[in-house]
Every structure is written in C-alpha cells, then in structure tokens.
T-cell receptor, first 113, second 119 residues
Framework: DSGVTQTPKHLITATGQRVTLRCSPR?????VYWYQQSLDQGLQFLIQ???????AKGNILERFSAQQFPDLHSELNLSSLELGDSALYFC????????????FGSGTRLTVV | AQKVTQAQTEISVVEKEDVTLDCVYE???????LFWYKQPPSGELVFLIR??????QNEISGRYSWNFQKSTSSFNFTITASQVVDSAVYFC????????????????FGQGTTLQVKP
C-alpha cells in the first residue's frame, strides 16, 4: 500500500456523462498531482495542487477540472465524456511538490462506452 | 523543452539474461531529477530510483543497476539475471528540481519499454 488512495478503482460510463475521481494523499503530503495514461498519449501530467491551490497545469482538457479540499484530498472531474477519455488516471502526492519525489496511487481505470 | 526518449518499445529476453533499457533525456535545466518506474501487468506505478543531476555515480540495488551519463544525457537501466517477475513496462522520467516557484515537480515520462522475460 503506497499510502495514496484512489477511488473508484474501475469506472464504466457512457459518452456524454460526468464522473468524479477521488484521491486521498499520503499523510503529511501537501501536493497532489493527476496524470492520465492512455494508449496513444502515454503518461501525461494533467494538473497539480499544493495545499489547496492550483500550482501547475499540463495537458488538461477544458472538460476536465480538479480541486484540492481543506483536508487535502483531491477530486478530478471529467465531463462530457468521450470514448478517447478512456484511460488510467493516476494520482500522486508529495510533501514539497517541487522535486518529483512522489508516490503514486494505484489508479482509476475509466472506460467510456 | 523537456523530453524523454525510450527508443526501445519492446524487449524480449529469456530468463537469466541481462537486459539494458535505454533512456535519453533533453532539458535546459542544470538541476533536475531522473526516475525509473515499473508498471507490472496489475497496472500500478512502482518507484524504482530517483537520481539528482549532480550525482553521476552509478547505483546498484540487487539485480538492478543504473548508469547515469550527463555527457550523453542518458540514464540507462540494467537488470542482471532477469526473471519472469521482471516482465513489466518500464518508464524513465524527468523533472525539474531545486528552488523556485517555477519548479513544480511534474514528471515528463518516456513512452515506456515493455520487457517480456520468458521462462
């Protein structure tokens, strides 16, 4: 157990729907990162939060949004889902949020049908 | 721009063979970190190593060893006496490091190398 908890582990939904992925960081970690792993794009950075504030944005679609709550857990919201959004979504957390030394959760596998 | 290239898409070896996974990176930063992650068939990302750009010493951990050469911008990973359990996708990654608000720690991943170790 890495200490980073992602729920749900699997999600199947239809095109056009909206889903929320949840991430609880490791105890003491202030920074949360979201990554998407798809067959055609590989592993890509989506967004980072540090202590409740957005710190960096990567290749995140406008249909996607995220936030980090006061208890430091984070949610990634995906809306108007398309078939191409099917992917493995990873959350990671770190203490400092500036050196890449972080721990990944086990991921949420999203399938859009 | 930062970039990580893993030119080997798939490698297949027979158990007990040694295998080297190549990683070449590009960055304009003088301070950075390099990583290797393993992704077994179960899907999770398992951290293997982090190396600071100022530390060019090679590292050995059991059957695993890493060769960092700044002159060629390479950070290669060797598995000695491979085992079936080593079968996985291996990712090399790069991140900025050091002080400064611009350093977010985001990882730039290579495309991954699928290693198949046959019994």
């Amino acid at each position: 157990d890495s200490g980073v908890t992602q729920t749900p582990k699997h999600l199947i939904t239809a095109t056009g729907q909206r889903v929320t992925l949840r991430c609880s960081p490791r105890s003491g970690d202030l920074s949360v990162y979201w990554y998407q792993q798809s067959l055609d794009q590989g592993l890509q950075f989506l967004i980072q939060y540090y202590n409740g504030e957005e710190r960096a944005k990567g290749n995140i679609l406008e249909r996607f949004s995220a936030q980090q709550f006061p208890d430091l857990h984070s949610e990634l919201n995906l809306s108007s889902l398309e078939l191409g959004d099917s992917a493995l979504y990873f959350c990671a957390s770190s203490v400092r949020g500036d050196d890449g030394g972080y721990t990944f959760g086990s991921g949420t596998r999203l399938t859009v049908v | 721009a930062q970039k990580v290239t893993q030119a080997q898409t798939e490698i297949s070896v027979v158990e007990k063979e040694d295998v080297t996974l190549d990683c070449v990176y590009e960055t304009r930063d003088t301070t950075y970190y390099l990583f290797w992650y393993k992704q077994p068939p179960s899907g999770e990302l398992v951290f293997l190593i982090r190396r600071n750009s100022f530390d060019e010493q090679n590292e050995i951990s059991g059957r695993y060893s890493w060769n960092f050469q700044k002159s060629t911008s390479s950070f290669n990973f060797t598995i000695t006496a491979s085992q079936v359990v080593d079968s996985a996708v291996y990712f090399c990654a790069l991140s900025e490091a050091g002080e400064g608000s611009s350093n977010t720690g985001k990882l730039i991943f290579g495309q991954g190398t699928t290693l198949q170790v046959k019994p």
